[in-house]
């Protein structure tokens, strides 16, 4: 069996996965852009001054709404500090920000769902939001809550909430130039070769109108590898601020132990959760949000 990497180098391996994944995303946005001017058969200048106009407005508006969609999607309320339960939540995570050097401390909220779960969105520091489930306030003891809060806070602090904005947002605009191209196409705006261009053009017109449709496809699999590797992340580097990775490993087994319940919150939002909860991550796949439980249950006790 092989040894477990040493946290620091599971940290920086994972950094080093999402950058690199970062870029691809940017070059197939490019690739998009590209595709898109030859088959229009535009000039490439004025698609890419097009396609950057309608990406910075895109990803202003999308930056702009992303938390208040995200809390209505979740239908997540602000955390009532009358109830005993949700109090010591909000204990917890501010023990975990000053624990991480994290200030504002973030807003607890609270979802009313009985699976055990918990997420953490926000644009920068002073809107970080943890919101956790009911039912992980119900089912989870202090030190498995503490491990739940470390993960979530652990995303914050690594700057994932702002990872996750931009991701979903890039993707969002693949999906938006590809869906505008081939919408135009379908409606007869664009322009194909004629019967007078070699085989060889119509070779490219071919491969562009290819690359159009599978964009979209190709960003939102990056999407989710994104995804898999910022968990991978938040699990190490939670287990380095609480100081006890068996806290979230023994979280992580409780959820791995259930069957999600039907989820009151919306599956736009399921990649921001510590596991998602419509589908559990019991195996790897390509279109997994979160990579399999029992690996990262793993991971952790090969530390601990």
Same mark, same amino acid.
């Given at each position: 069996m092989a040894l477990a990497l040493p946290l620091a180098e599971q940290v920086r391996r994972n950094k080093s996965a999402t950058v690199r994944l970062f870029v691809l995303v940017f070059l197939i946005l490019g690739g998009l852009?590209?595709?898109?001017?030859?088959?229009?058969? %535009?000039?490439?200048?004025?698609? *890419?001054?097009? !396609?950057?106009?309608?990406? @910075?407005?895109?990803?202003?508006?999308?930056?702009?709404?992303?938390v208040?969609?995200?809390?209505?999607?979740?239908?997540?309320?602000?955390?009532?500090?009358? %109830?005993?339960?949700?109090?010591? *939540?909000?204990? !917890?995570?501010?023990?975990? @920000?000053?624990?991480g050097g994290i200030t504002p401390v973030p807003k607890v909220y609270v979802q009313e769902d009985e699976d055990i779960n918990a997420f953490a969105t926000g644009r920068n520091y002073k809107e970080a939001i943890v919101c956790v489930t009911t039912g992980a306030l119900k089912s989870l003891s202090n030190e498995e809550l503490q491990g739940v809060i470390g993960h979530e806070m652990s995303h914050i602090r690594n700057q994932d909430i702002k990872v996750t904005t931009y991701a979903i947002a890039l993707i969002g605009l693949i999906a938006l130039l590809a869906e505008i191209v081939l919408r135009s196409m379908f409606f007869g705006g664009g322009r194909r070769s004629n019967s007078k261009e070699g085989g060889g053009n119509g070779l490219l017109l071919i491969i562009a109108?290819?690359?159009?449709i599978l964009a979209p496809i190709i960003s939102r699999l990056v999407y989710f590898a994104i995804s898999r590797k910022r968990e991978y992340l938040?699990?190490?580097?939670?287990?380095e601020l609480t100081r006890n990775p068996e806290g979230l490993a023994s979280a992580l087994e409780k959820i791995a132990a259930t069957q999600p319940t039907p989820n009151r919150g919306d599956r736009t939002v399921a990649a921001l959760y510590l596991d998602n909860p419509f589908r559990r991550g019991h195996r790897a796949s390509a279109f997994s949000t979160h990579p399999p439980i029992q690996d990262r249950i793993a991971r952790l006790r090969g530390k601990a």
């Open positions: 852009v590209f595709s898109v001017s030859l088959y229009l058969q %535009v000039p490439l200048v004025p698609a *890419l001054v097009l !396609a950057l106009v309608i990406g @910075a407005i895109y990803l202003m508006i999308s930056s702009a709404s992303s208040p969609a995200i809390l209505a999607a979740a239908r997540a309320r602000p955390a009532n500090p009358e %109830v005993r339960e949700e109090k010591l *939540l909000m204990y !917890a995570v501010e023990e975990m @920000a000053v624990a109108l290819a690359f159009i938040a699990d190490a580097s939670g287990a």
